[in-house]
């Protein structure tokens, strides 16, 4: 294959302009959802942060080992606690 030959688009995106139609439309139904939306999510807000927090537990204390202690039974004494 030449440099010169060029083969066709194909798909959705077949054209420049076709592409710019498309995301127009997207644009405007965007903005209208959210325009339209803002206050039913407003009024769901507090109740999805009460929702992440499980999740935040889950993954946030993944690096601490379940909480069983096994991250004590590598240290042979205990820390002194500040004596010199």
Same mark, same amino acid.
């Given at each position: ?9 194909? +798909? ?8 710019? /139609? !498309? ?5 405007? +139904?965007?903005?209208?959802? /959210?325009?339209? $939306?803002?206050? $039913? *999510? !407003?009024?769901?807000?507090? *109740?999805? /942060? *009460? @929702? @992440? ?9 993944? +690096? $601490? ?16 606690? +500040?004596?010199?």
């Amino acid at each position: 294959m030449n440099m010169q030959e060029q083969s066709p688009r194909s +798909g959705w995106f077949q054209s420049k302009r076709t592409t710019l /139609i !498309l995301l127009g439309f997207v644009a405007v +139904g965007a903005f209208f959802l /959210i325009t339209e $939306h803002t206050a $039913h *999510f !407003l009024g769901v807000l507090p *109740f999805l /942060i *009460f @929702l @992440l927090c499980p999740l935040m537990m889950l993954f946030m204390h993944g +690096g $601490h080992d379940g909480h069983n202690g096994s991250a004590n039974q590598n240290q042979e004494q205990p820390p002194e606690g +500040g004596k010199q």
